[in-house]
Protein backbone atom coordinates (compact mmCIF):
# COMPACT_ATOMS: atom_id res chain seq x y z
CA UNK A 1 0.00 0.00 0.00
CA UNK A 2 2.79 2.31 0.87
CA UNK A 3 4.91 1.87 -1.82
CA UNK A 4 1.78 2.28 -4.69
CA UNK A 5 1.37 5.79 -2.66
CA UNK A 6 4.95 6.73 -2.67
CA UNK A 7 4.96 5.59 -6.12
CA UNK A 8 2.43 7.49 -7.18
CA UNK A 9 2.54 10.60 -5.14
CA UNK A 10 2.87 13.34 -7.41
CA UNK A 11 0.26 12.08 -9.98
CA UNK A 12 -2.02 11.50 -6.95
CA UNK A 13 -1.57 15.10 -5.46
CA UNK A 14 -1.61 16.63 -8.89
CA UNK A 15 -4.90 14.61 -9.72
CA UNK A 16 -6.81 15.84 -6.46
CA UNK A 17 -5.87 19.70 -7.76
CA UNK A 18 -6.67 19.01 -10.96
CA UNK A 19 -9.81 17.54 -9.65
CA UNK A 20 -10.77 20.59 -7.68
CA UNK A 21 -9.80 23.14 -9.99
CA UNK A 22 -12.17 22.10 -12.54
CA UNK A 23 -15.02 21.41 -9.94
CA UNK A 24 -14.55 25.21 -8.38
CA UNK A 25 -14.50 26.57 -12.11
CA UNK A 26 -17.60 24.69 -12.58
CA UNK A 27 -19.09 26.45 -9.71
CA UNK A 28 -17.40 29.98 -9.80
CA UNK A 29 -18.26 30.01 -13.22
CA UNK A 30 -21.45 33.02 -12.75
CA UNK A 31 -18.68 34.96 -10.92
CA UNK A 32 -15.73 34.76 -13.98
CA UNK A 33 -18.40 35.99 -16.31
CA UNK A 34 -19.61 38.70 -14.63
CA UNK A 35 -17.03 40.17 -12.81
CA UNK A 36 -18.11 38.95 -9.47
CA UNK A 37 -14.90 39.47 -7.15
CA UNK A 38 -14.69 37.78 -4.22
CA UNK A 39 -14.87 40.72 -1.82
CA UNK A 40 -13.53 45.18 -2.05
CA UNK A 41 -9.99 44.05 -1.26
CA UNK A 42 -10.21 42.02 -4.66
CA UNK A 43 -10.93 44.10 -7.03
CA UNK A 44 -8.51 46.75 -4.74
CA UNK A 45 -5.59 44.51 -5.80
CA UNK A 46 -6.44 43.68 -9.55
CA UNK A 47 -6.65 48.05 -9.31
CA UNK A 48 -3.29 47.85 -7.79
CA UNK A 49 -1.83 46.15 -10.38
CA UNK A 50 -3.92 47.59 -13.44
CA UNK A 51 -2.04 50.86 -12.42
CA UNK A 52 1.69 49.44 -12.03
CA UNK A 53 1.25 47.67 -15.78
CA UNK A 54 0.16 51.08 -16.46
CA UNK A 55 3.13 52.93 -15.31
CA UNK A 56 2.52 53.70 -12.02
CA UNK A 57 6.42 53.70 -9.72
CA UNK A 58 6.64 49.66 -8.04
CA UNK A 59 7.12 51.45 -4.65
CA UNK A 60 3.54 53.42 -4.99
CA UNK A 61 0.68 51.89 -4.16
CA UNK A 62 -1.65 54.38 -3.87
CA UNK A 63 -5.03 55.09 -5.57
CA UNK A 64 -5.04 58.15 -7.39
CA UNK A 65 -8.85 58.09 -8.46
CA UNK A 66 -9.71 58.01 -4.64
CA UNK A 67 -9.97 60.14 -1.55
CA UNK A 68 -8.89 63.39 -4.47
CA UNK A 69 -6.43 65.16 -4.53
CA UNK A 70 -3.74 63.28 -2.68
CA UNK A 71 -4.95 60.09 -3.30
CA UNK A 72 -6.28 57.01 -1.83
CA UNK A 73 -2.88 55.26 0.39
CA UNK A 74 -2.66 51.56 0.28
CA UNK A 75 -0.81 49.20 2.41
CA UNK A 76 -0.48 46.18 0.71
CA UNK A 77 2.48 44.31 -0.38
CA UNK A 78 4.08 44.54 -4.62
CA UNK A 79 5.22 40.97 -3.99
CA UNK A 80 1.51 39.34 -4.28
CA UNK A 81 1.09 41.29 -7.42
CA UNK A 82 3.46 39.88 -9.27
CA UNK A 83 2.05 36.62 -10.76
CA UNK A 84 -0.97 38.56 -11.43
CA UNK A 85 0.84 41.44 -13.51
CA UNK A 86 3.00 38.69 -15.38
CA UNK A 87 0.04 36.66 -16.32
CA UNK A 88 -1.94 40.08 -17.62
CA UNK A 89 1.22 41.03 -19.39
CA UNK A 90 1.80 37.91 -20.83
CA UNK A 91 -1.74 37.63 -22.05
CA UNK A 92 -2.63 41.29 -23.07
CA UNK A 93 -1.45 40.91 -26.74
CA UNK A 94 -3.51 37.98 -27.34
CA UNK A 95 -6.70 38.04 -25.24
CA UNK A 96 -7.06 41.96 -24.95
CA UNK A 97 -6.77 43.53 -21.21
CA UNK A 98 -10.21 42.79 -20.11
CA UNK A 99 -10.06 39.35 -20.81
CA UNK A 100 -6.31 39.02 -19.41
CA UNK A 101 -7.71 40.33 -16.09
CA UNK A 102 -10.33 37.83 -16.27
CA UNK A 103 -8.20 34.81 -17.01
CA UNK A 104 -5.36 36.22 -14.07
CA UNK A 105 -8.06 36.37 -11.47
CA UNK A 106 -9.38 33.03 -12.31
CA UNK A 107 -5.83 31.45 -12.97
CA UNK A 108 -3.69 32.87 -10.28
CA UNK A 109 -5.73 32.02 -7.60
CA UNK A 110 -5.99 27.85 -8.68
CA UNK A 111 -2.06 27.90 -8.95
CA UNK A 112 -2.10 29.53 -5.44
CA UNK A 113 -4.41 26.39 -4.51
CA UNK A 114 -2.05 23.88 -6.36
CA UNK A 115 0.98 25.24 -4.06
CA UNK A 116 -0.87 24.86 -1.15
CA UNK A 117 -1.95 21.70 -1.76
CA UNK A 118 1.66 20.45 -2.65
CA UNK A 119 3.39 21.79 0.42
CA UNK A 120 0.33 20.45 2.63
CA UNK A 121 0.56 17.35 1.07
CA UNK A 122 4.94 16.93 2.20
CA UNK A 123 4.28 18.08 5.18
CA UNK A 124 1.56 15.22 5.92
CA UNK A 125 3.83 12.61 3.91
CA UNK A 126 7.08 14.19 6.38
CA UNK A 127 4.93 13.15 9.26
CA UNK A 128 3.20 10.49 9.04
CA UNK A 129 3.59 9.03 5.29
CA UNK A 130 2.61 9.35 1.89
CA UNK A 131 -0.87 7.82 2.45
CA UNK A 132 -2.13 10.08 5.00
CA UNK A 133 -0.36 12.87 2.77
CA UNK A 134 -3.54 11.24 0.06
CA UNK A 135 -6.05 11.58 2.44
CA UNK A 136 -5.01 15.13 4.29
CA UNK A 137 -4.81 16.50 0.59
CA UNK A 138 -8.55 15.14 -0.33
CA UNK A 139 -9.51 16.77 3.50
CA UNK A 140 -8.31 19.90 3.70
CA UNK A 141 -10.12 21.34 0.27
CA UNK A 142 -13.10 20.58 2.83
CA UNK A 143 -12.13 23.17 4.86
CA UNK A 144 -14.19 25.83 3.74
CA UNK A 145 -11.85 29.31 5.01
CA UNK A 146 -8.97 27.57 2.97
CA UNK A 147 -10.44 27.22 -0.34
CA UNK A 148 -12.46 30.04 -0.37
CA UNK A 149 -9.20 32.38 -0.28
CA UNK A 150 -8.10 30.51 -3.73
CA UNK A 151 -11.05 30.52 -5.83
CA UNK A 152 -11.21 32.41 -9.02
CA UNK A 153 -11.84 36.19 -8.20
CA UNK A 154 -10.02 35.70 -5.49
CA UNK A 155 -6.70 37.39 -5.79
CA UNK A 156 -5.99 38.84 -2.26
CA UNK A 157 -2.97 38.30 -0.37
CA UNK A 158 -4.81 35.73 1.96
CA UNK A 159 -4.25 32.41 -0.21
CA UNK A 160 0.00 33.38 -0.04
CA UNK A 161 -0.48 33.72 3.40
CA UNK A 162 -1.26 29.97 3.66
CA UNK A 163 0.94 29.17 1.56
CA UNK A 164 3.94 30.62 3.41
CA UNK A 165 2.49 29.11 6.88
CA UNK A 166 2.22 25.39 5.65
CA UNK A 167 6.11 26.13 3.81
CA UNK A 168 7.14 26.86 7.53
CA UNK A 169 5.53 23.92 8.50
CA UNK A 170 6.93 21.38 6.34
CA UNK A 171 10.76 23.26 6.43
CA UNK A 172 10.26 23.01 10.85
CA UNK A 173 9.59 19.34 10.52
CA UNK A 174 12.72 17.88 9.38
CA UNK A 175 13.56 15.41 10.86
CA UNK A 176 16.70 15.58 9.73
CA UNK A 177 17.48 19.46 10.55
CA UNK A 178 19.14 20.63 7.64
CA UNK A 179 20.46 24.11 7.22
CA UNK A 180 18.83 25.04 3.82
CA UNK A 181 15.47 23.68 5.46
CA UNK A 182 15.69 26.06 8.22
CA UNK A 183 16.42 29.06 6.02
CA UNK A 184 13.17 27.88 4.08
CA UNK A 185 11.48 28.34 7.65
CA UNK A 186 13.37 31.63 7.98
CA UNK A 187 12.54 33.00 4.37
CA UNK A 188 8.74 32.21 4.44
CA UNK A 189 8.41 33.69 7.94
CA UNK A 190 9.64 36.99 5.96
CA UNK A 191 8.13 36.60 3.31
CA UNK A 192 4.67 36.22 5.22
CA UNK A 193 5.31 39.08 6.96
CA UNK A 194 6.40 41.39 3.95
CA UNK A 195 3.14 40.24 2.59
CA UNK A 196 1.11 40.83 5.85
CA UNK A 197 1.55 41.35 9.28
CA UNK A 198 -0.77 39.88 9.98
CA UNK A 199 1.74 36.54 9.94
CA UNK A 200 3.49 38.35 12.72
CA UNK A 201 2.39 36.03 15.68
CA UNK A 202 2.34 32.79 13.66
CA UNK A 203 6.18 33.66 12.12
CA UNK A 204 6.66 34.13 16.02
CA UNK A 205 4.89 30.98 16.89
CA UNK A 206 7.03 28.80 14.00
CA UNK A 207 9.87 30.19 14.79
CA UNK A 208 9.28 29.75 19.10
CA UNK A 209 8.28 26.17 18.66
CA UNK A 210 12.03 26.20 15.87
CA UNK A 211 14.01 27.74 19.47
CA UNK A 212 12.04 25.21 22.21
CA UNK A 213 13.89 22.51 19.90
CA UNK A 214 17.31 24.20 19.88
CA UNK A 215 16.74 24.68 23.37
CA UNK A 216 15.40 21.46 24.75
CA UNK A 217 16.47 18.14 23.37
CA UNK A 218 12.93 16.58 24.73
CA UNK A 219 11.50 19.06 21.90
CA UNK A 220 14.47 18.61 18.81
CA UNK A 221 14.17 16.12 16.45
CA UNK A 222 14.23 12.90 17.08
CA UNK A 223 15.30 14.22 20.32
CA UNK A 224 18.85 15.36 19.59
CA UNK A 225 20.14 18.97 20.47
CA UNK A 226 20.53 20.05 17.00
CA UNK A 227 17.63 22.20 15.50
CA UNK A 228 19.32 24.62 13.68
CA UNK A 229 17.20 27.56 14.94
CA UNK A 230 19.82 30.39 14.75
CA UNK A 231 19.74 29.82 11.30
CA UNK A 232 16.28 30.00 10.99
CA UNK A 233 15.73 33.23 12.41
CA UNK A 234 18.62 35.27 10.70
CA UNK A 235 16.97 33.76 7.39
CA UNK A 236 13.77 35.38 8.82
CA UNK A 237 16.30 38.59 9.51
CA UNK A 238 17.89 38.48 5.92
CA UNK A 239 15.02 38.09 3.79
CA UNK A 240 12.26 40.48 6.16
CA UNK A 241 15.45 42.94 5.24
CA UNK A 242 15.69 41.72 1.07
CA UNK A 243 11.99 41.80 0.60
CA UNK A 244 11.68 45.31 2.70
CA UNK A 245 14.18 46.86 0.46
CA UNK A 246 12.82 45.36 -2.82
CA UNK A 247 9.22 46.11 -2.00
CA UNK A 248 9.21 49.57 -0.33
CA UNK A 249 12.50 51.20 -1.56
CA UNK A 250 14.02 53.66 0.88
CA UNK A 251 11.13 54.24 2.87
CA UNK A 252 12.16 55.01 6.32
CA UNK A 253 9.51 55.61 8.28
CA UNK A 254 7.50 53.38 10.35
CA UNK A 255 3.95 51.74 10.16
CA UNK A 256 2.24 49.27 12.22
CA UNK A 257 0.05 47.96 9.37
CA UNK A 258 2.81 46.96 7.13
CA UNK A 259 6.73 45.50 7.26
CA UNK A 260 8.69 48.29 8.34
CA UNK A 261 12.11 49.60 9.31
CA UNK A 262 11.14 48.84 13.12
CA UNK A 263 10.07 44.94 12.20
CA UNK A 264 13.45 44.44 10.54
CA UNK A 265 15.67 46.06 13.12
CA UNK A 266 14.13 43.30 15.94
CA UNK A 267 14.64 40.62 13.89
CA UNK A 268 18.21 41.32 13.02
CA UNK A 269 18.91 42.34 16.99
CA UNK A 270 17.57 38.93 17.88
CA UNK A 271 19.06 37.04 15.31
CA UNK A 272 22.57 38.76 16.62
CA UNK A 273 22.07 38.11 20.15
CA UNK A 274 21.03 34.24 19.14
CA UNK A 275 23.99 34.21 16.57
CA UNK A 276 26.33 35.25 18.62
CA UNK A 277 25.38 33.22 21.64
CA UNK A 278 25.35 30.08 19.56
CA UNK A 279 28.90 30.68 18.39
CA UNK A 280 30.16 31.18 21.96
CA UNK A 281 28.25 27.96 22.82
CA UNK A 282 30.24 26.21 20.60
CA UNK A 283 33.70 27.45 21.50
CA UNK A 284 32.89 26.72 25.16
CA UNK A 285 30.98 23.40 25.23
CA UNK A 286 29.81 23.46 28.88
CA UNK A 287 27.80 26.55 27.85
CA UNK A 288 25.32 23.73 25.70
CA UNK A 289 22.87 22.86 28.81
CA UNK A 290 19.47 24.16 27.95
CA UNK A 291 19.83 26.69 30.49
CA UNK A 292 22.26 28.86 28.86
CA UNK A 293 20.12 28.64 25.55
CA UNK A 294 17.48 29.54 27.05
CA UNK A 295 18.79 32.55 28.72
CA UNK A 296 19.92 33.39 25.06
CA UNK A 297 16.68 33.86 23.63
CA UNK A 298 15.17 35.09 26.47
CA UNK A 299 17.71 38.51 26.23
CA UNK A 300 17.08 37.96 22.33
CA UNK A 301 13.21 38.00 22.81
CA UNK A 302 13.84 41.44 25.61
CA UNK A 303 16.21 43.15 22.77
CA UNK A 304 13.44 42.74 20.19
CA UNK A 305 11.07 43.75 22.40
CA UNK A 306 13.60 47.10 23.67
CA UNK A 307 13.82 48.11 19.94
CA UNK A 308 10.51 47.82 19.20
CA UNK A 309 9.38 50.27 22.16
CA UNK A 310 12.14 52.36 21.38
CA UNK A 311 11.57 52.49 17.45
CA UNK A 312 7.68 52.34 16.89
CA UNK A 313 5.85 52.58 20.57
CA UNK A 314 2.21 52.63 19.11
CA UNK A 315 3.01 49.05 17.47
CA UNK A 316 3.23 47.30 20.81
CA UNK A 317 -0.39 48.01 21.40
CA UNK A 318 -3.35 48.39 19.01
CA UNK A 319 -2.82 49.88 15.82
CA UNK A 320 -5.87 50.43 15.35
CA UNK A 321 -6.29 52.62 18.66
CA UNK A 322 -6.09 55.89 17.05
CA UNK A 323 -9.11 55.21 14.82
CA UNK A 324 -11.83 57.61 14.13
CA UNK A 325 -14.50 56.61 16.75
CA UNK A 326 -16.90 56.70 13.81
CA UNK A 327 -15.09 54.28 11.76
CA UNK A 328 -14.33 52.12 14.09
CA UNK A 329 -18.07 51.76 14.95
CA UNK A 330 -19.25 51.57 11.38
CA UNK A 331 -16.49 50.03 9.91
CA UNK A 332 -13.80 48.11 12.06
CA UNK A 333 -16.04 46.39 14.98
CA UNK A 334 -18.08 44.87 11.63
CA UNK A 335 -15.89 43.50 9.78
CA UNK A 336 -16.49 40.47 11.07
CA UNK A 337 -13.50 38.66 9.52
CA UNK A 338 -11.10 40.46 12.41
CA UNK A 339 -13.72 39.77 15.00
CA UNK A 340 -13.25 37.15 17.66
CA UNK A 341 -15.11 33.90 16.85
CA UNK A 342 -17.38 34.69 19.48
CA UNK A 343 -18.40 38.24 18.58
CA UNK A 344 -18.50 37.05 15.00
CA UNK A 345 -21.37 35.01 12.66
CA UNK A 346 -22.64 31.69 13.58
CA UNK A 347 -21.45 29.79 11.30
CA UNK A 348 -17.56 30.85 11.13
CA UNK A 349 -17.40 30.03 14.69
CA UNK A 350 -19.05 26.76 14.61
CA UNK A 351 -16.73 25.61 11.90
CA UNK A 352 -13.53 26.46 13.89
CA UNK A 353 -15.26 25.21 17.32
CA UNK A 354 -16.03 21.65 15.66
CA UNK A 355 -12.81 21.81 13.95
CA UNK A 356 -10.83 22.72 17.61
CA UNK A 357 -12.48 19.48 19.14
CA UNK A 358 -12.42 17.06 16.65
CA UNK A 359 -8.65 17.86 15.48
CA UNK A 360 -7.80 16.77 19.89
CA UNK A 361 -9.86 14.67 19.73
CA UNK A 362 -7.29 13.36 16.73
CA UNK A 363 -4.34 14.37 18.45
CA UNK A 364 -5.26 12.65 21.61
CA UNK A 365 -5.50 9.11 19.65
CA UNK A 366 -2.72 9.61 17.50
CA UNK A 367 -0.70 10.47 20.58
CA UNK A 368 -1.85 6.82 22.20
CA UNK A 369 -1.92 4.69 19.47
CA UNK A 370 0.16 6.31 16.46
CA UNK A 371 4.09 4.74 16.02
CA UNK A 372 4.85 6.89 13.20
CA UNK A 373 5.41 10.22 14.21
CA UNK A 374 8.05 10.61 17.29
CA UNK A 375 6.69 11.97 20.98
CA UNK A 376 9.31 15.43 20.11
CA UNK A 377 7.42 15.99 16.49
CA UNK A 378 4.20 15.60 18.29
CA UNK A 379 4.82 17.94 21.06
CA UNK A 380 6.25 20.68 18.71
CA UNK A 381 2.83 20.09 16.65
CA UNK A 382 0.50 20.06 19.83
CA UNK A 383 2.47 23.60 20.74
CA UNK A 384 1.84 24.89 17.35
CA UNK A 385 -2.07 23.58 17.58
CA UNK A 386 -2.68 25.36 20.87
CA UNK A 387 -0.63 28.39 19.30
CA UNK A 388 -2.46 28.55 16.16
CA UNK A 389 -5.72 28.41 18.09
CA UNK A 390 -4.35 30.90 20.61
CA UNK A 391 -4.41 33.47 17.59
CA UNK A 392 -7.48 32.34 15.91
CA UNK A 393 -9.89 32.76 18.48
CA UNK A 394 -8.97 35.96 18.86
CA UNK A 395 -9.12 37.17 14.56
CA UNK A 396 -11.25 34.88 12.86
CA UNK A 397 -9.92 34.97 9.53
CA UNK A 398 -7.09 33.26 11.27
CA UNK A 399 -8.37 30.20 12.24
CA UNK A 400 -7.92 28.27 9.30
CA UNK A 401 -3.57 27.75 10.46
CA UNK A 402 -4.88 25.60 13.30
CA UNK A 403 -7.56 23.74 10.98
CA UNK A 404 -4.80 22.95 8.64
CA UNK A 405 -3.24 21.47 12.00
CA UNK A 406 -6.30 19.95 12.82
CA UNK A 407 -6.65 18.49 9.06
CA UNK A 408 -3.23 16.74 9.21
CA UNK A 409 -3.81 14.85 12.82
CA UNK A 410 -8.00 13.64 11.25
CA UNK A 411 -6.12 12.78 8.25
CA UNK A 412 -3.45 10.42 10.27
CA UNK A 413 -6.44 9.16 12.37
CA UNK A 414 -8.19 7.94 9.43
CA UNK A 415 -5.88 5.86 8.27
CA UNK A 416 -4.51 4.49 11.15
CA UNK A 417 -7.99 3.17 12.13
CA UNK A 418 -8.73 2.03 8.59
CA UNK A 419 -5.62 -0.02 8.36
CA UNK A 420 -5.92 -1.30 12.26
CA UNK A 421 -9.22 -2.08 11.52
CA UNK A 422 -7.87 -4.20 8.65
CA UNK A 423 -7.32 -7.17 10.93
CA UNK A 424 -10.77 -7.84 12.55
CA UNK A 425 -12.73 -10.61 11.68
CA UNK A 426 -16.35 -8.84 11.92
CA UNK A 427 -17.83 -7.03 8.98
CA UNK A 428 -19.68 -4.57 11.87
CA UNK A 429 -16.23 -4.38 13.80
CA UNK A 430 -14.26 -3.16 10.51
CA UNK A 431 -17.20 -0.69 9.71
CA UNK A 432 -18.04 1.12 13.07
CA UNK A 433 -14.70 2.19 13.98
CA UNK A 434 -13.77 3.52 9.97
CA UNK A 435 -17.13 5.31 10.39
CA UNK A 436 -16.55 7.12 13.44
CA UNK A 437 -12.98 8.02 11.99
CA UNK A 438 -14.76 9.46 8.86
CA UNK A 439 -17.42 11.39 11.01
CA UNK A 440 -14.40 12.83 13.04
CA UNK A 441 -13.18 13.63 9.60
CA UNK A 442 -15.46 15.85 7.87
CA UNK A 443 -16.02 18.31 10.32
CA UNK A 444 -17.40 20.44 8.04
CA UNK A 445 -20.06 18.52 7.77
CA UNK A 446 -21.13 18.71 11.19
CA UNK A 447 -21.02 22.12 11.53
CA UNK A 448 -23.12 22.34 8.30
CA UNK A 449 -25.64 20.45 10.05
CA UNK A 450 -26.19 22.46 12.82
CA UNK A 451 -26.08 25.29 11.07
CA UNK A 452 -28.92 24.07 8.77
CA UNK A 453 -30.79 23.67 11.76
CA UNK A 454 -30.40 26.93 13.12
CA UNK A 455 -31.21 28.56 9.79
CA UNK A 456 -34.48 25.91 9.21
CA UNK A 457 -35.61 27.10 13.13
CA UNK A 458 -35.30 30.56 12.37
CA UNK A 459 -37.05 30.40 8.90
CA UNK A 460 -39.60 28.72 10.37
CA UNK A 461 -39.91 31.14 12.71
CA UNK A 462 -40.67 33.84 10.53
CA UNK A 463 -41.17 32.66 6.66
CA UNK A 464 -41.34 36.36 5.61
CA UNK A 465 -38.41 37.32 6.64
CA UNK A 466 -36.79 34.18 5.48
CA UNK A 467 -38.21 35.72 2.10
CA UNK A 468 -36.80 38.99 2.38
CA UNK A 469 -33.70 37.89 3.32
CA UNK A 470 -32.99 35.72 0.49
CA UNK A 471 -34.16 39.23 -1.71
CA UNK A 472 -31.89 40.86 0.01
CA UNK A 473 -28.76 38.44 -0.98
CA UNK A 474 -29.85 38.47 -4.58
CA UNK A 475 -29.60 42.65 -4.45
CA UNK A 476 -26.28 42.19 -2.41
CA UNK A 477 -24.94 40.09 -5.50
CA UNK A 478 -25.78 42.64 -8.01
CA UNK A 479 -24.14 45.61 -6.17
CA UNK A 480 -21.14 43.65 -5.88
CA UNK A 481 -20.84 42.78 -9.41
CA UNK A 482 -18.07 44.88 -11.33
CA UNK A 483 -19.52 44.34 -14.48
CA UNK A 484 -22.81 46.11 -12.88
CA UNK A 485 -20.93 48.77 -11.39
CA UNK A 486 -19.37 49.29 -14.79
CA UNK A 487 -23.31 50.46 -16.41
CA UNK A 488 -22.50 53.65 -14.11
CA UNK A 489 -20.10 54.60 -17.52
CA UNK A 490 -23.27 55.80 -18.49
CA UNK A 491 -22.69 59.21 -16.18
CA UNK A 492 -20.32 61.79 -17.16
CA UNK A 493 -16.74 61.21 -15.55
CA UNK A 494 -17.19 62.74 -12.45
CA UNK A 495 -16.54 62.18 -8.60
CA UNK A 496 -19.15 59.67 -7.53
CA UNK A 497 -20.45 59.59 -3.32
CA UNK A 498 -21.13 55.88 -2.74
CA UNK A 499 -20.70 52.94 0.19
CA UNK A 500 -17.01 52.02 1.20
CA UNK A 501 -18.08 48.40 -0.23
CA UNK A 502 -19.23 49.58 -3.49
CA UNK A 503 -16.26 52.41 -4.42
CA UNK A 504 -13.98 49.19 -5.33
CA UNK A 505 -16.42 47.84 -7.77
CA UNK A 506 -16.97 51.28 -9.17
CA UNK A 507 -13.34 51.82 -9.56
CA UNK A 508 -12.97 48.88 -11.47
CA UNK A 509 -15.81 48.88 -14.00
CA UNK A 510 -15.17 52.70 -14.56
CA UNK A 511 -13.11 55.74 -14.88
CA UNK A 512 -14.81 57.50 -12.36
CA UNK A 513 -13.50 58.70 -9.27
CA UNK A 514 -14.70 58.11 -5.47
CA UNK A 515 -14.16 59.26 -2.07
CA UNK A 516 -13.36 55.67 -0.36
CA UNK A 517 -13.06 52.28 0.27
CA UNK A 518 -13.08 50.35 3.67
CA UNK A 519 -9.16 50.32 4.15
CA UNK A 520 -8.29 52.22 7.90
CA UNK A 521 -4.67 54.42 5.84
CA UNK A 522 -7.47 56.85 4.74
CA UNK A 523 -9.90 57.44 7.91
CA UNK A 524 -10.45 60.92 7.37
CA UNK A 525 -12.43 60.15 3.77
CA UNK A 526 -13.94 56.97 5.33
CA UNK A 527 -15.79 59.07 7.84
CA UNK A 528 -16.36 61.60 5.50
CA UNK A 529 -18.64 58.82 3.73
CA UNK A 530 -19.88 57.43 7.16
CA UNK A 531 -21.18 60.87 7.55
CA UNK A 532 -22.70 61.76 4.37
CA UNK A 533 -24.90 59.10 4.88
CA UNK A 534 -25.53 58.92 8.56
CA UNK A 535 -25.57 62.77 8.97
CA UNK A 536 -28.11 65.37 8.67
CA UNK A 537 -28.81 67.17 4.84
CA UNK A 538 -26.46 70.02 5.73
CA UNK A 539 -23.60 67.64 6.91
CA UNK A 540 -23.87 65.84 3.90
CA UNK A 541 -23.95 69.10 2.10
CA UNK A 542 -21.09 70.24 3.81
CA UNK A 543 -18.55 67.16 3.06
CA UNK A 544 -20.27 66.35 -0.76
CA UNK A 545 -19.19 70.61 -1.20
CA UNK A 546 -15.57 70.02 0.16
CA UNK A 547 -14.82 66.52 -1.81
CA UNK A 548 -16.61 67.92 -4.80
CA UNK A 549 -19.60 65.48 -5.66
CA UNK A 550 -21.20 64.75 -8.87
CA UNK A 551 -23.46 61.92 -8.06
CA UNK A 552 -24.97 59.68 -4.97
CA UNK A 553 -24.85 56.59 -5.84
CA UNK A 554 -26.89 54.05 -3.59
CA UNK A 555 -27.94 50.07 -4.31
CA UNK A 556 -30.50 48.44 -1.92
CA UNK A 557 -28.60 45.32 -1.71
CA UNK A 558 -25.80 47.11 0.39
CA UNK A 559 -25.26 45.53 3.58
CA UNK A 560 -23.24 48.64 4.64
CA UNK A 561 -25.88 50.89 3.84
CA UNK A 562 -28.21 48.93 5.39
CA UNK A 563 -26.14 49.10 8.59
CA UNK A 564 -25.97 52.63 8.16
CA UNK A 565 -30.08 53.19 7.48
CA UNK A 566 -30.63 51.20 10.81
CA UNK A 567 -28.19 52.87 12.95
CA UNK A 568 -29.29 56.31 11.86
CA UNK A 569 -32.88 56.13 10.82
CA UNK A 570 -33.08 59.90 10.41
CA UNK A 571 -30.00 60.11 8.36
CA UNK A 572 -29.84 61.50 4.89
CA UNK A 573 -29.74 57.77 3.38
CA UNK A 574 -33.18 57.14 5.68
CA UNK A 575 -34.43 60.07 3.56
CA UNK A 576 -33.20 59.36 0.24
CA UNK A 577 -35.26 56.09 0.61
CA UNK A 578 -38.13 57.74 2.20
CA UNK A 579 -38.37 59.96 -1.03
CA UNK A 580 -37.27 63.19 0.95
CA UNK A 581 -34.65 64.35 -0.89
CA UNK A 582 -32.49 67.80 0.45
CA UNK A 583 -33.38 70.85 -2.20
CA UNK A 584 -29.77 70.13 -3.72
CA UNK A 585 -30.03 66.68 -4.41
CA UNK A 586 -32.63 65.79 -8.13
CA UNK A 587 -33.42 62.02 -8.79
CA UNK A 588 -32.04 60.53 -11.81
CA UNK A 589 -33.30 57.48 -13.40
CA UNK A 590 -32.05 53.83 -12.10
CA UNK A 591 -28.70 52.13 -13.45
CA UNK A 592 -28.76 48.84 -13.18
CA UNK A 593 -29.26 48.22 -9.24
CA UNK A 594 -27.94 51.43 -8.65
CA UNK A 595 -30.07 54.33 -7.46
CA UNK A 596 -28.61 57.53 -9.19
CA UNK A 597 -29.00 61.39 -7.38
CA UNK A 598 -27.38 64.39 -9.00
CA UNK A 599 -25.96 67.21 -7.04
CA UNK A 600 -27.05 70.90 -8.20
CA UNK A 601 -23.98 72.79 -7.28
CA UNK A 602 -25.97 76.20 -7.93
CA UNK A 603 -28.58 75.21 -5.14
CA UNK A 604 -25.80 74.08 -2.45
CA UNK A 605 -25.68 77.23 0.42
CA UNK A 606 -23.01 79.88 -0.71
CA UNK A 607 -20.99 78.99 1.69
CA UNK A 608 -20.86 75.12 1.04
CA UNK A 609 -20.15 75.83 -2.73
CA UNK A 610 -17.07 74.46 -4.57
CA UNK A 611 -15.18 77.31 -5.65
Known amino acids: MESFAERHFSRLILGIWILAALAILFLARDAIATWKMGDPDDQMRLLQVRDWLAGQSWWDVSQYRMNAPDGGTMHWSRVVDVPLGLVIFVATPFLGQAIAEQVAASLVPLLTLCAALTINALVARRLFGAWVAIVATGLIITIAPFTTQMVPMRIDHHGWQIVCFLAGLWALFDTRSRPWSACVLGVSCGLWIEISVEGLPFSALLLAVSALGWIFPALSHRGKHNDPFPIALTSAAVSALL ?55 ALAGIAGIATLLAMAPQCAGDAFASLDPLVRAFWYDRTSEGLPLWAGPLVVALHAYIYMLFGGIAFVYLWLHNKQITKPDALRLLLLYGGTWAIGVFVSRTSVYAMSVANLFLAAMVV ?62 ACQKSSAAAQLNQLPTSTIMAGLDTNPAILQGTKHHVVASGHHRNQAAMADVIRTFTGTADQAARIISARNIRFVVICDGSYELALYAHQAPEGMLSQLRAGKLPYWLQRKSDIGPFQIFEVNRAMLPKQMRPS
Do not use: K
Open 243 to 297: FYSVTEGARAANFCDALSPVHVAVFAVMAAIVVSGAMIEQAWAAFGAPVVRLGIC
Open 416 to 477: DIFTSSEQRRNLVERMMPRLFALFLAMPILSAQALIDRVNAVEASADPALDVLNRTFERQAL
